[in-house]
């Protein structure tokens, strides 16, 4: 559309002529942007490519001078030129930001490479975990009074005096009350009376109560569960584990307390004809209460669990409490002993653990020896 010499201005040009003003201008665009293209491409850090940009779109740069000499145009090519130029460096600033990123995201990968730190763990020589006795006996336990219909409740482990002791028939002056016997916290100053006294359970006998308070007969619970006392020798660790049993149901007698540890005791010691028996003794939540006993033999300097072949020959160990539910406790609870009886049981978790797997020293338990774990622990997919 431009106009040279004598000629008329000729219209709708499909190609400009070489003397067409719009056709130099565009002769420079192709040009520069070449040289810019490659000048862009070779610069390799963002401080080449920020020289680039400034000798092209700064102040003084070949861009501004094009945009520059739009000046002396009359407005008509002005127009049309200046269009041209506009979208040209819209161009050059569009492949200026593309290489300014990619050089960004380079300098980012090589710090991140240099400046590399490992923050993974070597892993440990032991290889594979293993299950804990005391867990794994848990779910044999599980197991077996599942089968029989209990299910599983569970109480905390600190408690108050209240479900630990005096619900369960435990008089003021008691001696398992003492210091020497109970750890004691600081009391609760929400909470009344022997409700404010906290302590650690001594045993998880506590959860009958608390499960009998929230819940209605016809019960069938076991408990299993951290317990403490203040004892530290051979044979005790404060900290230790117990299993508490409980059924109320109406007309619920001795017979089927015996035939359930019978059951139980047959199962978990894998013994078909277990000898049990029931010693009469005393415990303050149960009444008649009874020390319960199985069966063993002495073979090769060594014990079996199991029925003698002669009856003068037959040994028996300890261990279990269990009794029938005392009257006190179910008013306690608001259970009426006149139409509702119960019974229940307690044994400890690592007594009958050291029984079935011949662990002899009971401290071993919890002195987390990597050793003594990969001996005695069960492979986690084995079913129980
Ligand atoms: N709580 C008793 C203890 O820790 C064990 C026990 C005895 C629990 C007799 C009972 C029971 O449920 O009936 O020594």
């Known amino acids: 559309m431009g106009h040279g010499g004598d000629h008329p201005p000729i219209k709708n040009l499909a190609f400009p002529l070489a003397d067409d003003k719009t056709s130099v201008i565009m002769t420079d665009i192709q040009a520069l942007k070449s040289e810019l293209t490659g000048q862009i491409e070779a610069a390799n850090d963002l401080k080449a490519l920020d020289e680039v940009r400034v000798a092209a779109l700064g102040k003084k740069g070949r861009v501004t001078d094009l945009m520059k000499s739009l000046g002396a145009m009359d407005p008509e090519e002005r127009k049309i030129q200046g269009q041209a130029l506009n979208v040209f460096k819209d161009e050059i600033a569009e492949i200026l930001k593309t290489r300014e990123s990619l050089l960004q995201k380079k300098d980012l990968d090589s710090r991140l490479s240099s400046e590399a730190l490992d923050v993974t763990l070597s892993p440990r020589p032991e290889g594979k975990g293993v299950i804990h006795p005391i867990s794994r006996t848990m779910e044999e336990l599980t197991g077996i009074f599942g089968a029989m219909g209990f299910s599983v409740a569970e109480g905390p482990d600190i408690e108050d005096d209240w479900h630990n002791f005096t619900a369960l028939n435990f008089p003021p002056g008691h001696p398992a009350r003492e210091m020497q016997d109970t750890f004691f916290l600081q009391d609760n100053p929400d909470s009344q009376g022997d409700r404010g006294?906290?302590?650690?359970?001594?045993?998880?006998?506590?959860?009958?109560?608390?499960?009998?308070?929230?819940?209605?007969?016809?019960?069938?619970?076991?408990?299993?569960?951290?317990?403490?006392?203040?004892?530290?020798?051979?044979?005790?660790?404060?900290?230790?584990?117990?299993?508490?049993?409980?059924?109320?149901?109406?007309?619920?007698?001795?017979?089927?307390?015996?035939?359930?540890?019978?059951?139980?005791?047959?199962?978990?010691?894998?013994?078909?004809?277990?000898?049990?028996?029931l010693r009469p003794s005393f415990f303050p939540f149960v009444e008649p209460g009874a020390e319960v006993d199985i069966g063993y033999v002495k073979k090769g300097g060594g014990i079996e669990l199991g029925r003698a072949e002669n009856p003068a020959d037959q040994k028996w160990m300890e261990v279990l409490g269990a009794g029938m539910v005392h009257p006190n406790v179910l008013k306690n609870c608001d259970i009426d002993p006149d139409e509702y009886q119960g019974f229940a049981f307690g044994a400890g978790i690592e007594r009958l653990t050291m029984l079935k797997y011949g662990i002899p020293d009971l401290r071993t338990f919890f002195e987390s020896d990597i050793r003594w774990l990969a001996h005695y622990g069960f492979d986690s997919l084995e079913r129980p």
Not at 247 to 259: E, I, P, Q, T
């Open 197 to 277: 006294r906290m302590l650690l359970r001594t045993h998880t006998s506590s959860v009958q109560i608390r499960h009998m308070e929230t819940n209605t007969p016809p019960l069938r619970i076991i408990c299993m569960g951290r317990t403490y006392r203040s004892d530290h020798d051979m044979t005790h660790t404060p900290m230790f584990h117990q299993i508490e049993g409980l059924m109320v149901d109406k007309n619920v007698h001795m017979g089927h307390l015996k035939g359930c540890l019978t059951d139980f005791a047959r199962a978990f010691f894998e013994v078909d004809d277990l000898p049990m028996r």
